[in-house]
């Protein structure tokens, strides 16, 4: 399977099983990253590299045949040209979030920061939108991978929460809904990984001397091994005054805000 029309002539003829999720080459950015799912009536296709024409997503009809990708490709290129930016918002991006996502802002306590934040949702890729400071947004699912998607035409983008409180101060953390309620205490950064980018790494270089940075990960293995190599490499600039935060088998958003305030100010 190399090629979008592949994918719908395999949809086309019941073989690609109803539900599952596959994988192939995008033909458009030639990546491994176009997922195609059968759902019994449409098949649908999105492309989870950023910056390509297939990022906005298509559903098909199976009753109507198979578009080719040239085709898709031009309908894609229109709709960015009509957004009139190197990226875009899905075009059904509403205010009206569902029950479900509702329920999950609820169990971190954000629910009201959603007009705080502008947060939105897009009926067809099922996504939480949620804007962030530096020009791009983030697309949350509760049930398909990956867990966030980006939607920017910045190479380096960051996600920075707050980023004018407490000008000394600074928390690094794994998740964009960590950096929200943590955002509330302090200004906050989401790596979406344990992982910091050059990017990153060269921009707090430039931060005020001194700057206290606090690393809170995910209180798994996997956030105390990010914790660690996080803390070896930022160690490594002067003006950073670093400090280490951890709950175990807790994420930052598990945590109430009191905790959160005196984890980080007490």
């Known amino acids: ?7 719908l002539n395999l949809g086309l003829d019941s073989n690609l099983a109803i539900g599952k999720q596959y ?21 649908k296709a999105l492309c989870h590299s950023t910056r390509c ?28 040209q009509e957004s009139g930016s190197g990226w875009y918002l899905p075009s059904d991006t509403t205010s009206n979030i569902p029950h479900k996502f509702i329920e999950y802002l609820k169990r971190y306590e954000v629910d009201k920061l959603i007009d705080k934040y502008q947060l939105a949702y897009t009926p067809y890729q ?18 398909d991978q990956p867990k966030w998607l980006t939607f920017t035409d910045n190479d380096h983008f960051i996600s920075v929460f707050n980023p004018k409180l407490n000008t000394n101060k600074l928390c690094i953390v794994e998740d964009p809904i960590s950096a929200i309620k ?9 790596l979406l990984s344990t992982t910091i980018t050059n990017n ?11 700057t206290t940075v606090y690393i809170w990960l995910d209180g798994d293995i996997a956030g105390y091994k990010g914790i ?17 935060v951890s709950e175990q088998d807790k994420d930052p958003k598990d945590c109430s805000y009191f905790k959160i305030n005196n984890n980080l100010n007490g």
């Open 1 to 7: 399977m190399s090629s979008y029309q592949d994918i």
């Open 23 to 43: 994988k192939i080459v995008c033909p458009a950015c030639n990546r491994k990253i176009l997922s195609i799912c059968n759902t019994g009536t449409h098949i």
């Open 53 to 80: 024409i297939h990022n906005k997503g298509y559903s098909i009809p199976l009753k109507l045949g198979s578009l080719s990708s040239t085709q898709l490709q031009e309908i894609s290129k229109k709709q960015r």
């Open 126 to 143: 099922d996504r939480l939108i949620l804007p962030c400071t530096d020009g791009g947004y983030l697309g949350r699912s509760l049930e």
């Open 182 to 190: 943590v955002g509330e205490v302090t200004r906050c950064i989401a």
């Open 200 to 210: 990153l790494f060269y921009k707090l270089a430039k931060l005020p001397n001194p």
């Open 228 to 244: 660690a190599k996080l803390s070896s490499r930022l160690s490594q600039l002067s003006n950073l005054k670093i400090k280490l």
